[in-house]
């Protein structure tokens, strides 16, 4: 699944949800973010916050909250999908989903 992040319109929106294991976070605009910026990963991590989707860690990685994965993901899932999500979340630890830290894709590196 990939979170797709807009730091202008302050929107976050679940694509891709097949895989109920893997996540990334995918910053879809502006064009030219880049986590070269201070200010623009300051950024990122304020529309996580803002938007209760998780927040960026120190190493440029995002932590998601298995409760934002559900309501972004309600209506595009089905049963099973929630039951491989909800064992998913029993592996975890320390609230991130999946038990690891969510990948951030900047348009840069796409």
Same mark, same amino acid.
Do not use: E, N
């Given at each position: 699944?990939?979170? /797709?992040?807009?730091?202008d319109k302050v929107t976050v929106v679940l694509a891709d949800v097949a895989? %109920?294991?893997?996540?990334?976070?995918? @910053?879809a605009s502006p064009p030219n %973010? #880049?986590?070269?910026?201070?200010? #623009? @990963?300051?950024? /990122?991590?304020?529309?996580l916050a803002a938007t209760n989707v998780? #927040?960026?860690e120190a190493?440029? #990685? %995002?932590?998601?909250?298995?409760?934002?994965?559900?309501f972004h993901a309600a209506g595009q899932v089905d049963a099973d999908w929630e039951r491989r999500f909800a064992e998913a979340c029993e592996e975890r630890r320390g609230g991130a989903v999946l038990g690891a830290p969510a990948t951030?894709?900047?348009?840069s590196t796409r």
């Open positions: 699944m990939r979170f /797709l992040v807009d730091l895989d %109920a294991r893997k996540a990334s976070v995918v @910053v %973010a #880049t986590a070269a910026s201070d200010a #623009t @990963v300051h950024r /990122l991590a304020d529309v998780g #927040t960026l190493d440029g #990685t %995002a932590r998601l909250r298995a409760d934002a994965v559900l951030v894709i900047w348009p």
